[in-house]
């Protein structure tokens, strides 16, 4: 016999206060144990009666949306601490506590001096890879175009996978999720932001988070890059919010670093959106939220949708970087050696240097991995001239090795297949398999 879960769950009310969340507390923990008529004035008695009842039962207790269940009264975590002490460690039960509020769970859980010793593990839920997505289409014989074009709308997120008919292309998917006034993804990202990063003004707070997205949909920017295209000139605030957007996963921080070194340039750190519904959402649907609420964007088609193959190269580019690791790393024969420095590669004009930007650059003890991506129906030999003349610019020292890498999706045209410059192909249709 398995052991039984006791589900807790904080509710999504802002207004209602501790009071609704005690009652929350109460009616899951009477459901979960068969007893009704339970009710607690505070979070002492809550703990304590959820304690008595999981004494030496050996119990599974999943407290979730501990964001909501704590955000109103600071003595629900300090009861929280005690109810560990008293039925967790050691006593037979296990604790789980999860949450979409990153960067509150970050401040106020793992970084508290509260739980300091009492945490076993620390799980941060990273999108599907491109294997566990593909399991979706596993009944049907879609092209890796069909499902690389989904995915770069979708990312791997198992909800926005669910919504996908599997059926039907992914254009069609696109048009219905994205483009219809009840589409499950035309309405998403303020919603996900609004329970997700907490503000007592909400309204102004989703309308500063859009702003900072929307910044960040093309080019990775400095935060002075940042302030001057937003208006947000508190430094604190826009650092906040930065953090706040990171720890989600739907930004991505980008330091660049010394090649002779390794060593970070903190000041020039750069952030740009990770995650690809972001990114589509701020460029497509977010400009035309009045024309989908009234069904005029209906028929629209990708071709049609301005700068799609420039943005799906974007999108592309943010499906590598959640597969570099292992999967990519593994095609690269890199299993096992040292990576000193991975990410995204911008260097800023100097005297000495142009600027270039590097989809990826990986550093190794003595060897740099230049990675070039590419999502076209044909790759043509035009990019080996593109990478020569990002590593020129790059300034390689004499004393490194460069290894040109192409991670593609497509088929490479005659001239590139029978040309021996890149050191390393990575078709990113292989991943699906």
Not at 32 to 49: P, Q, R
Not at 97 to 120: K, P
Request: aromatic share 8%; hydrophobic share 40%; net charge neutral.
């Amino acid at each position: 016999m398995g052991r039984k879960l006791i589900r807790i769950e904080g509710r999504d009310r802002p207004q209602a206060g501790n009071v609704a969340q005690l009652a929350a507390f109460a009616a899951d923990l009477g459901s979960a144990v068969g007893t009704s008529g339970l009710g607690f004035e505070n979070w002492n008695s809550a703990f304590n009666t959820l304690g008595t009842l999981a004494q030496g039962k050996g119990w599974i207790i999943l407290l979730d949306e501990i964001t909501w269940l704590a955000r109103h009264s600071e003595e629900c975590l300090a009861e929280l601490k005690v109810f560990i002490d008293r039925h967790i460690s050691g006593g037979g039960n296990q604790l789980i506590i999860c949450g979409s509020v990153s960067q509150w769970i970050e401040q106020q859980v793992n970084e508290s001096d509260l739980f300091v010793g009492r945490i076993s593990r620390k799980i941060n839920l990273q999108p599907l890879t491109l294997a566990e997505s593909a399991q979706f289409w596993s009944q049907r014989d879609a092209s890796p175009r069909e499902i690389l074009t989904s995915l770069c709308v979708t990312g791997g997120v198992p909800r926005y996978l669910e919504e996908i008919d599997v059926r039907e292309s992914a254009e069609w998917n696109i048009q219905r999720m994205c483009f219809e006034p009840s589409g499950y993804l035309a309405n998403e990202l303020p919603n996900l932001i609004k329970s997700s990063f907490l503000s007592a003004t909400r309204e102004s707070s989703l309308e500063r988070y859009l702003k900072i997205l929307e910044t960040l949909s093309g080019s990775a920017k400095t935060p002075a890059e940042i302030a001057a295209a937003t208006g947000i000139h508190n430094s604190e605030s826009l650092q906040d919010s930065l953090a706040a957007l990171t720890l989600s996963g739907l930004v991505s921080e980008n330091p660049t670093w010394s090649i002779k070194t390794t060593e970070v340039h903190k000041r020039k750190v750069r952030y740009r959106v990770e995650d690809p519904y972001t990114r589509f959402y701020v460029k497509y649907i977010q400009p035309q939220l009045k024309e989908i609420a009234k069904g005029l964007y209906r028929s629209i088609t990708l071709k049609q949708l301005p700068s799609w193959d420039a943005i799906r190269g974007l999108q592309f580019e943010a499906l590598v970087g959640q597969s570099m690791i292992p999967a990519i790393l593994d095609r690269l024969n890199l299993r096992g050696v040292p990576v000193q420095r991975f990410g995204p590669y911008f260097q800023s004009k100097t005297r000495l240097h142009p600027a270039v930007q590097i989809d990826y650059l990986l550093q190794t003890d003595s060897t740099l991995y230049v990675c070039e991506t590419k999502f076209s129906k044909t790759i043509a030999a035009s990019v080996i001239d593109e990478v020569t003349e990002k590593i020129q610019r790059l300034g390689v020292p004499r004393t490194m090795t460069v290894r040109k890498v192409l991670i593609y999706s497509g088929e490479l045209d005659l001239a590139l297949k029978e040309s021996i410059y890149f050191d390393r192909e990575v078709c990113m249709d292989e991943l699906l398999k």
